[in-house]
């Protein structure tokens, strides 16, 4: 397998990088304008042209132009996508002649790989079905047990988040679920939904661990619990989750070509997207399991932005997964790409199993010298002032790459056009929609305006932004609500301690001196109570955080709406 082919170095080199590299998986860092979009474009069309499928999560719209590949560069080719395609062609044209490329690789690419475009959760374009990906995982995954247990309780607490139920509330609700789903598939049992919310109400066992099954959770609560579920599936909306090709990895790279899976997930709202993405993932981990070893990159995972699904301190559902295939994968001939606007969207356990490097501009020095430390982390072999100072000096499209060695190179002229986040009929004219009920055509109702990808862009950031602010908050309220409640243990445990011991001084010992400490432990338990006051504060603190995020999520979708933007997709 020759090297993908990236850019150039400054002194005008052709930049290659081996695919090799990509098994000990990269990130790609950079603030919005940097050129991250394009650099990971390039990268994917490279892994295609070499034989190397890839799996892309796109949560902005952005890697769907990689379905925008025009092998003649005519301006009709152009033409539904672009607001001038005159210009547009002459400058893919020019663009693609000066980085030694042209209309014959275009058309190597389009004819050497399938791609595919789905839409999860959405009635219009092409849809997967996601509620059917709780089949029995394959028997490698079964025999080991620490991975099958991560699986089920992922799982578990993914299935809760999409009926609002948090994970830090949700004990024994996701025990029931875990043990419910590792009950089937012990058994080899595939489950959908709906059997799960079937055996939600009569589970196949009596007990859950050692308690009895009604003293854990009585049937009353579990009716509870089913029904959320089943008023998912009772709505309209929902049944587009049903729909569509099966989740399967294995049947999605069932073809004779090299295939790239696109999941185009702009139009799902936060809980939604976390919910599909965790599904996404799990599946990947199962089907990677299934297969044999291979010291070759075969096949790549690729997410752009991170942001929110593998952070340093909170636990999403998706986190468990992803740092399960940081850590696996590179065994199995599978590499792992994140794209990111900042390492601190990372989780710090996952940085020491990514071994390239790929960082833009980055909009202020607190960010460069993060990234810095960040690097010098992972390997401690570069200078961290030469480090900052290097990024400090780059431009757009140019990027300091950290492999086994230090470099900085251009990015080069991608095969696809970028037009930017496609709107929700362009994504679904691309995906060959599966809905009959309105026919159409680029001419028709796709909307042409070049400037509406920007405006839909510069609501998203802005209110993404504010979002990660409050992210970070809850963050750090979660650690001091694990603060909290250590010290209520603590600090009960000791009161308890000394009430007993007060006790036994009163009956065998002196009275005076058991007096004093059961007097100490009523002291003590006054300061208990008021941890559990300071612990409730800190629970309401994160649910207006929540809140907060959720108001800000629906100000976002209005101000979409009221530009045009109808992204629900329902």
Known sequence: ???????????????????????????????????????????????????????????????????????????????????????????????????DLGAERIAALKQCAEFKLYTPGAARGKPINALGSFA???????EDGDLLSSLINSSATNLLGFINVSAETAGKESTLLGAIIGAAWTNGEDLD??????????????????????????????????????????????????????????????????????????????????????????????????????????????????????????????????????????????????????????????????GSWFIGRLQTAQDRERVGAGLIGVSADFDKKELVSRIASLSKRRFLVKTDRLGIFETRWTLSYLKGPLSRDQIRLLAGSEDTAEEITPSASVTLDANAGRKKAAIINRFDRE???????????????????????????????????????????????????????VKSAAAVQKERDDAARVREEIAAADREMQELEDRKNKELAELGFNDQLV
Request: aromatic share 8%; net charge positive; hydrophobic share 45%.
């Open 193 to 354: 939904l709906e059997k799960i919310i079937l055996r939600i109400v009569k589970p196949p066992f009596n007990k859950v661990g050692v308690f009895e099954l009604e003293s854990f959770i009585p049937e009353n609560k579990r009716f509870e619990l089913a029904a959320k579920f089943n008023s998912l599936i009772a709505s309209g909306a929902f049944s587009a989750w049903a729909r569509g090709d099966p989740l399967s990895i294995e049947a999605i790279y069932s073809g004779a070509k090299p295939t790239i899976a696109i999941f185009s997930i702009s139009h799902l709202s936060d809980k939604e997207r976390m919910f599909f993405v965790t599904l996404l993932l799990n599946s990947v981990l199962a089907w990677m399991r299934s297969r044999d070893g291979s010291p070759a990159l075969r096949s790549l995972l690729y997410m752009d932005e991170i942001f929110g699904y593998f952070p340093p301190s909170a636990n999403p559902p998706s986190k468990t997964p992803m740092l399960t295939l940081l850590k696996q994968a590179r065994a199995f001939g599978l590499g792992v790409v994140l794209s990111t606007q900042n390492p601190v969207d990372l989780d710090y356990k996952g940085l020491s199993n990514i």
């Open 136 to 142: 029995a995982p394959p028997k490698a995954v079964m």
């Open 1 to 99: 397998m020759s090297g993908f082919y990236l850019g150039r170095t400054l002194e005008g080199k052709r930049f290659e990088l081996d695919p090799k590299a990509l098994l000990t998986h990269a990130a790609i860092i950079g603030m919005t304008g940097s050129g991250k979009t394009g650099l990971g474009i390039a990268l994917l069309e490279e892994a295609l042209l070499s034989g190397v499928s890839a799996i892309a999560i796109d949560p902005k719209g952005d890697l769907s132009n990689l379905l925008l590949t025009f092998p003649t560069l005519s301006e009709g080719e152009f033409a539904p996508w672009a607001d001038n395609p005159v210009s547009a062609a002459a400058e893919w044209r020019e663009g693609l002649a000066k980085w």
């Open 467 to 521: 979002k990660k602010r409050l992210s970070e908050k809850r963050s750090r309220l979660l650690i001091k609500l694990d603060k909290e409640q250590s010290d209520v243990k603590r600090s009960a445990i000791g009161t308890i301690a000394s009430i007993g011991t007060g006790l036994l001084g009163a009956l065998f010992g002196s009275k005076r001196s058991a007096a004093t400490k059961i007097a100490g432990a």
